[in-house]
């Protein structure tokens, strides 16, 4: 846009997309490992990957051109493993998810305004027991690595936001009636 007497100024606004096609394919797999004696039988492990190909139709607009691009807020690799102890009134997970860098928004082609959000990966632990059929406690600790958030413009050179969240803990009781 032309604006005398400042000349040319850019100007970027929100813009819906048309359709787009998502497809992908996830493997999982579930073990307990009750064959263990004792105490150990309770052990189990839990996996699962995940790749996603998300692509988008942008409409042109003045200070973009148009055509296909990757679907916002969609990672191509994610996973999760996960550690678990299941017996009697005893349940406890240990969680770990990763995934990869994802777009945030489009930029203007040559213009450094694409953000990214980059690759994070998270632990987080879940506990609970049984006390009777009526009552559980739990507790839940929360982003224990403390991976910071970052995002990023066209390059991870280049932060846009870095938020260092706190782990949580939480603690809780449960009644049925």
């Known amino acids: 846009m032309n604006v005398p007497p400042y000349g040319e100024i850019l100007v970027y606004r929100p813009l819906n997309s048309s359709s787009g096609e998502i497809k992908g394919?996830?493997?999982?797999?579930?073990a307990f490992f009750d064959f263990l004696p004792g105490a150990l039988r309770g052990l189990g492990a839990q996996a699962n990957f995940t790749y996603i190909d998300?692509?988008?139709?942008?409409?042109?607009?003045?200070?973009?051109?148009?055509?296909?691009?990757?679907?916002?807020?969609?990672?191509?690799?994610?996973?999760?493993l996960?550690?678990?102890?299941?017996?009697?009134?005893t349940s406890v997970r240990l969680a770990y998810n990763y995934r990869s860098a994802n777009?945030?928004?489009?930029?203007?082609?040559?213009?450094?305004?694409?953000?990214?959000?980059?690759?994070?990966?998270?632990?987080?632990?879940?506990?609970?027991?049984?006390?009777?059929?009526?009552?559980?406690?739990?507790?839940d600790a929360t982003n224990l690595l403390q991976n910071p958030y970052h995002s990023y413009v066209k390059d991870p050179r280049y932060p846009r936001d870095i938020r260092w969240e706190?782990?949580?803990?939480?603690?809780?009781?449960r009644f049925r009636f």
């Open 103 to 139: 777009l945030d928004g489009f930029g203007a082609p040559g213009v450094f305004t694409t953000v990214y959000s980059g690759a994070v990966g998270r632990l987080d632990l879940s506990a609970s027991y049984n006390i009777n059929s009526n009552l559980t406690v739990t507790v």
């Open 54 to 80: 998300a692509k988008q139709i942008v409409p042109p607009a003045a200070n973009f051109a148009g055509g296909t691009q990757t679907l916002p807020a969609v990672s191509k690799y994610s996973f999760n």
């Open 82 to 89: 996960i550690g678990l102890y299941e017996l009697g009134p």
């Open 25 to 30: 394919i996830e493997a999982a797999a579930t």
């Open 166 to 173: 706190a782990s949580l803990l939480s603690a809780g009781v």
